[in-house]
């Protein structure tokens, strides 16, 4: 991974010249909070979680402290937990699976589509046993999953469908945004994403309201409406009064970042050398791009070529989760799409404000140093 933030002729993602944008508007909304001084659950909390569940299309958003304590609140909000196991696909950031595991689960990990990377729905059906509670398939790279085939993998087998969208802001399938279609959907507002705070944060959507109630129970010490009354035993996972001023003022730009990332992908599209193969994109779907993937055969020549025109790039992710060895007790027989994937894959700069000469110039790097 190679960021070249300053100087770079193109940075992976130039985080300040997308909050630039903000300046003034988070400069007023910080200064609110520091004049009314609620830090924890201000209005500010309040105003974000509606305007963001409208955002998604569902009933109802929480907001929590990062992504990974979203996927686990959705988990343990729903009662899975010691003796359960959770679908995961092996190709995503080790995040699903932590989640999985820190609400007392098991993830069974299984493969992705070839073209996609995304979760095989016929490795999901396959991998189903008695104690499978919920398949949690994940958004990855701003691109939605097949959602026609896992709600009928889902539904003939009984098990809750839900949604890792850390990566798929506004992405949507088939007219559906991501965090809508699913029992409940985790966020993450780590920086870096499509919608990212100035920190950590997160959020959890469904349209259960039930299920909505014990969530926010559960990130706020297990509390009932009588703020003394601890019916469930909760913990501490909120998001912070300055964070969600932040992501109002990110929301209102959304939808022009990503269609400016829709923009530059089709220009990396139209632009690359043949030994960079974009990922393929489900007609259904609407990415939203929060990562350029090519597919290449000979990675370490290409990115000392970018290194070398200090052009940033990364890999998401270089050891498949299931490879990990945090999760070597979990760990699958083999997923060949998944492992011969990560020798392969390779992520190009991508952010709402890089200029299509920037990606012109990368292309350039990638076909100079053409096998
Ligand atoms: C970022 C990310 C997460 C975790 O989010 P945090 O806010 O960093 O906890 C989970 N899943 C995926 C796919 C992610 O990219």
């Known amino acids: ?8 002729p193109v940075p992976f993602l130039d985080l300040p010249a997308m909050n630039e944008r903000l300046h003034a508007e988070v400069d007023q909304a910080w200064k609110d909070v520091l004049h009314h001084g609620r830090f924890v659950g201000g209005p500010e909390v309040d105003r974000f979680e509606e305007e963001f569940a409208a955002y998604c299309g569902t009933s109802s958003s929480i907001g929590v402290a990062n992504g990974t304590d979203a996927l686990e609140l959705v988990l343990s909000g729903l009662g899975i937990g010691r003796g359960d196991e959770v679908i995961v696909p092996g190709n995503t950031f080790v995040a ?7 609400a007392g689960a098991r993830p069974r990990f299984v493969d992705v589509l070839p073209g996609t990377l995304l979760i ?17 398939a994940v958004h990855l ?62 959020a959890v959507t469904t349209s259960d309201p039930e299920l909505a109630r014990r969530i926010r ?10 703020r003394h009354r601890h019916d469930l035993r909760g913990r501490n996972s909120r998001l912070d009064t300055l964070q969600a001023a932040v992501l109002s003022a990110k929301l209102g730009l959304l939808d022009t970042d990503n269609a400016h990332r829709v ?26 791009h929060h990562l350029a993937v090519v597919q290449v055969s000979d990675r370490g020549r290409l990115t000392a070529a970018l290194d070398r025109a200090r052009v940033g790039w990364g890999v998401h992710y270089p050891i498949p989760c299931h490879r990990q060895p945090a999760f070597a007790d979990c760990a699958p027989g083999s997923l060949p799409v998944t492992e011969a994937a990560a ?9 709402a404000t890089m200029t299509g000469e920037q990606v012109s110039l990368v292309c350039d790097v990638l076909r100079s140093a053409a096998p």
Not at 3 to 8: T, W
Request: proline share 4%.
């Open 1 to 8: 991974m190679s960021g070249f933030a300053g100087a770079s």
């Open 96 to 102: 699903t699976a932590e989640a999985v595991c820190a």
């Open 343 to 351: 020798d392969r894959i390779l992520s190009l700069p991508m952010s």
């Open 217 to 226: 129970s559960l990130a706020n010490h297990g509390r009932s409406a009588d």
């Open 263 to 288: 923009r530059m992908s089709a220009r990396y599209r139209s632009e690359l050398p043949d030994h960079c193969r974009p990922l393929s994109v489900d007609p259904r779907a609407e990415a939203v």
């Open 141 to 202: 790279y701003g691109q939605m999953v097949d959602v026609a085939a896992l709600e009928e993998v889902t539904r003939r087998h009984g098990l809750a469908l839900l949604e890792d969208a850390a990566q798929a802001h506004g992405a949507r399938y088939a007219g559906r945004r991501a965090g809508s279609v699913g029992v409940a959907a985790g966020f993450s507002f780590y920086p870096g994403k499509n919608l990212g705070a100035f920190g950590d944060g997160g």
């Open 120 to 136: 095989d729905p016929a490795a999901v059906a396959a991998a189903v046993t008695e104690r499978t509670a919920a398949v949690m």
